[in-house]
């Protein structure tokens, strides 16, 4: 037998351009998933979580310090390892209470919270604390830093009922808050337009900048007499930038501060949450129901062990009681219906 070759005709093999070509244009998008679009939006505002305000109130008897109380705390949530978003707020300071608005991370914030409460709660150095809002995932921050102020707020001309209704408790509650908003915007833009007069000052001194000094000289009078409660004694913080802008004969923000009445009265009154019961509730994660139906494997409550059993009828008859049969029931039936007729008909 002769040996002969078979020839094979194989497919050619493609140049490797070819393939590169097609590969590039068969080849599929890059998928993105919630994660990544939620985490280029942190990247994009300069966070790593989402950010939460709140703002509370209370009563003090130690006006001068207080700051320092409440910069420990923050303080020590700052400077923890676990710390991702840091506290940043504004402090407040009345005579006989205080407000006291904290912004950052759930986290931070409910540990500040838990130190507040543990070591002067339970009517120590503070009483009845009482918080007014609770704003979630904010878009930014309204204080970049932690802020102090002394103020004598105005005097209301009426005094306000001490049993008010939960409508009128909301009114006083948005004006507070309103007052404060205010007075946060007042300080950012007198910080601002100091800031561009200290730019026209650093450039040279010409008309514009003696003109622009002279609108603006008191404003940079109340920042360059301010101090630092934060570095008063012995304390070491990291909050080195924090301000304190104290109180003036002539105080230029007092149309912007809460009445003291005002306060009391929201402090006094019983449709406010404490700010322990809004601790009690962030510190307890709830188990819901609908976690069952989100969880492989099923438990469980929830497998149909029975669904490879053989299929049976269910009895709906009823069965004969005492003898008698279903029969004997149905005819016993229709001789009372029968009697019946008859006794009404002669009726």
Known sequence: MDNKTVNVKYPKLRDQKTK???HDLVQEPARKTLFD?????????????????IIYVGEHDIASDLPSMLVNTVTAVNEAENTVEKLTGFLLVYQKCFLHMVEGSEDSITKHVGLVLNKYGDNKELKNLKLLIQVSHILKRVCPEWQTYFGVPSKLLSPLEEEASMEETGRRLYTCVRCIYNLLGAFAKDAAEASEMESIKDIGGSKSSLSLRGSLG???????????????GSHSSSLNRSQSILGHSKDRYWQHLPEYEVIIALIRSPYVQTLQSFYDVYMVVP???????????????????DVFSELYDCTTELRAHRGVTTTDQDQNTEEADDASEKESDED
């Open 287 to 305: 188990q819901r129901d609908i976690y069952k139906d989100k969880v492989w494997p099923v438990p469980g409550d929830f497998i149909p062990f």
């Open 20 to 22: 590169k070509l097609e």
């Open 37 to 53: 679009r939620i985490m280029a939006n942190f990247k994009m505002m300069e966070r790593r979580t989402y950010l939460h305000r």
């Open 218 to 232: 008191h404003r940079l009078s109340i920042a360059n007499n301010s101090r630092n409660l934060i570095n008063k």
